[in-house]
């Protein structure tokens, strides 16, 4: 019986949270600019997945399905990439403040996008997130350089990724200063502050695998992480592979977020706020903070974008803006209520 306990205790868990999911896609699957009943929703998807036959308004079925659901699963997989890739840099870099934008990343997508959308880099075979991706890659690229060539440990990571997003940060300004329109300055800010309203089913077959992934890798090393806790040297001194360590999980991060950056843009404070939200609810122990992070970040995600959507009527505003407008506050809650920040 003890042994059965803490099992039927960690199967209830991965139900309970897998029904959270799954109510919070159909929740954004049904609330949106124009709201369609539940029910609706549920046959939509049975008619696509299983051919059930039902008879259904042939519009609906088509925001349904070719729209909503596809928006909804990507919202998902972009808040569990960002809240992951979040906590494993704070515990890696044992900053409270780090974030999946740390690396640069961020800034190198941006500088990627504007270059194919505004200077026509890759003459037209080129889309905007393999863009984006492009420079998100670049970026990190630089960065870890910068860091190796520094060589004095976290410091010269935080630093190196200071820097690259000054330059990357600076180039986008350029470009969009010197060569842009106003209709091309109007999108790309648009794209800057996180969209999802270009989301289709191809950017959910590369969006899932991302995110379980790099879930999968960051569990796998969830007791390497607890070890990272109290300093790299008492990590190796357990028997932790460091710099293997390092290299495989900064890498993850650096892949999760570059992905995600490149089909919705940089959104904010997910993978800065979320970990700490974590941590008041499950500890510290990475073993249940990652998968906790992953699913709060998820369904925080599609819970902006339906705020997102329906906020101001007839228009749909930046996700990254509700984000900040719900993040910026919060995190000020969560300093305030602690008398110091490890």
């Not at 190796?148 to 330059?167: D, E, F, K, N, P």
């Not at 719900?326 to 969560?334: D, K, Q, S, T």
Request: aromatic share 6%; charged share 10%; hydrophobic share 60%.
């Amino acid at each position: 019986m003890i042994g059965i306990v803490p099992s039927l205790s960690r199967t209830s868990a991965s139900l309970l949270a897998l029904v959270v999911l799954l109510v919070a896609l159909w929740l954004g699957a049904a609330i949106g600019e124009t709201s369609i009943p539940m029910g609706v929703v549920a046959k939509t998807v049975a008619n696509r997945l299983w051919d059930a036959g039902y008879g259904l308004d042939a519009l609906d079925e088509g925001i349904i399905w070719n729209y909503r659901v596809s928006r909804a699963i990507v919202a998902a997989c972009c808040g569990s990439a960002l809240a992951l890739s979040g906590v494993v840099l704070q515990s890696l870099l044992r900053n409270p403040l780090a974030d999946p934008y740390i690396l640069g990343i961020s800034a190198g997508a941006s500088t990627g996008a504007v270059g194919v959308a505004v200077l026509g880099i890759g003459a037209g075979l080129m889309t905007l997130p393999a863009g984006a991706f492009v420079g998100a890659i670049l970026a990190f690229g630089l960065v870890s350089l910068l860091a190796m060539r520094a060589g004095r440990g976290h410091g010269a990571i935080i630093l190196a990724g200071v820097a690259g997003s000054q330059l990357f940060n600076a180039l986008t300004s350029l470009i969009v200063t010197k060569a842009a329109n106003a209709e091309q300055a109007r999108a790309i800010m648009f794209w800057l502050l996180g969209n999802l309203s270009g989301v289709r089913w191809p950017d959910v077959w590369l969006a899932v695998p991302v995110a379980v992934v790099g879930l999968i890798v960051c569990l796998w090393h969830a007791r390497a992480l607890d070890a990272f806790t109290f300093g790299s040297e008492s990590a190796a001194s357990l028997g932790i592979p460091v710099r293997r360590v390092y290299v495989v999980l900064i890498g993850t991060t650096a892949m999760m977020t570059a992905a995600m950056v490149s089909i919705v843009g940089s959104i904010g404070f997910v993978g800065l706020v979320i970990p700490h939200v974590s941590r008041m609810i499950v500890g510290v122990r990475h073993g249940l903070l990652l998968p906790a992070s992953a699913l709060i970040g998820a369904v925080f995600m599609i819970a902006a974008d339906i705020v997102s959507r329906v906020v101001i009527p007839g228009q749909v505003l930046p996700i990254g803006v509700v984000t900040a407008l719900v993040g910026a506050p919060a995190f000020a809650v969560i300093l305030s209520q602690s008398r110091t920040v490890r």
